[in-house]
């Protein structure tokens, strides 16, 4: 039988110096496969590098259990160290041994008498075994990310954990090297968590997507389900980057800041409270007693975002190339009718007619 390489069930946590009535996790049950990349998303202050230390043997949870392979690592009662767990950590600075070089770097975490050959196999993998003799302060930035793998991977640990690896590099490095994370994981037989931040790298090259907030799990799914179906209001608008509304219903009839829709059932739906569109799912017309006004514009190359301000709210809305609006333009905002948007609670596409 073969057992998830990490299994969370109902883990809690709270740091000492916190509010006691605050959680900094609370009831999270995540499951990894073997060979699997999980990408542990949210913002910053929700609870994921605190997952990792839990997970590492850093910190020790106030309920519930994490099993690695099959074996309890960490309960409210028992604490496996660190090092006894065979998870490899690689950091957002590196934590390089700045008077080694790479070679010895790499070499560190391997127990007396553990065969070498791993190690070169992994620089060799990596790109990196021509420079074993360089110390890191003579290594590029996406190069000391890599040699933080290896060094992570060297030992043989079956589990890997990255704590945002690839905020500080610059975008063709970033791009690169997690285009490389999976094969390197899967040419080793590792299993990885990956924190991030930033939506587009979690939904680009993980296995699935698990999306905290506020210290609970929201959603873990693959990257087709999130984008199609996202279980709560706050994954379609931060994992999206899509646009919230308010909705009151009475009957049949869905009021919106924006005007009235027709719900898409023939009585109530559980009373939903949002409604969540995407860009291409509003109309922006210049006019000057419009109901909103420009607040930011984006260049992407084949089309504009723009910000506008529709009283309390501030909207996403795509635009064209000949675009001709400016920031502090009035403008009319409406639904742009044959789209759809998803009423929450219950995640329920809505015709915008």
């Not at 969540?276 to 419009?290: Q, S």
Request: with cysteine.
């Amino acid at each position: 039988m073969a057992y998830p390489a990490l299994k969370i069930d109902d883990l809690w946590f709270k740091y000492p110096s916190y509010d006691q009535n605050r959680w900094t996790l609370s009831s999270v049950s995540l499951s990894l496969g073997q060979g699997e990349l999980i990408g542990l998303l949210g913002p910053s202050g929700c609870g994921k590098t605190t997952l990792l230390r839990l997970i590492a043997g850093f910190e020790k949870p106030a309920r519930g259990t994490i099993r690695i392979h099959n074996n309890s690592v960490a309960t409210p009662d028992y604490l496996c160290s660190p090092e006894r767990r065979g998870v490899g950590m690689v950091f957002q600075d590196y934590a390089l041994f700045p008077h080694l070089d790479l070679w010895k770097n790499v070499c560190f975490g391997l127990k007396k008498g553990q065969d070498k050959h791993r190690a070169k196999w992994l620089l060799e993998l990596l790109g990196l075994y021509e420079f074993r003799f360089r110390y890191p302060h003579q290594l590029s930035g996406g190069q000391r990310q890599r040699l933080a793998l290896a060094r992570a991977l060297a030992p043989g640990n079956s589990l890997v954990v990255l704590d945002e690896p690839f905020s500080n590099l610059d975008v063709e490095v970033r791009h690169k090297l997690r285009s490389q994370l999976s094969d390197v994981l899967s040419s080793c037989g590792a299993s990885g968590i990956l924190v991030t931040h930033d939506p587009e790298e979690a939904l680009a090259i993980c296995d699935r997507v698990a999306v905290m907030s506020d210290g609970q799990l929201h959603q873990c799914s693959t990257p087709t389900e999130i984008v199609h179906k996202p279980k709560t209001s706050f994954v379609a608008s931060f994992v999206l980057q899509r646009n919230v509304l308010p909705v009151n219903q009475s009957g049949v009839e869905l009021y919106t800041p924006l005007g009235n829709l027709k719900s898409p059932h023939d009585e109530d739906i559980s009373n939903p409270k949002q409604l969540i569109l995407d860009e291409h799912c509003l109309t922006v017309t210049e006019h000057p007693e419009g109901n909103a006004i420009v607040k930011g514009l984006e260049f992407h190359g084949t089309h504009w975002h723009l910000r506008v301000k529709l009283d309390e709210f501030n909207l996403r809305v795509w635009q064209p190339l000949d675009n001709t609006l400016k920031i502090g333009d009035s403008c009319f905002v409406n639904f742009r009718s044959n789209e759809y948007g998803l009423l929450f609670p219950g995640c329920i596409h809505c015709p915008l007619n």
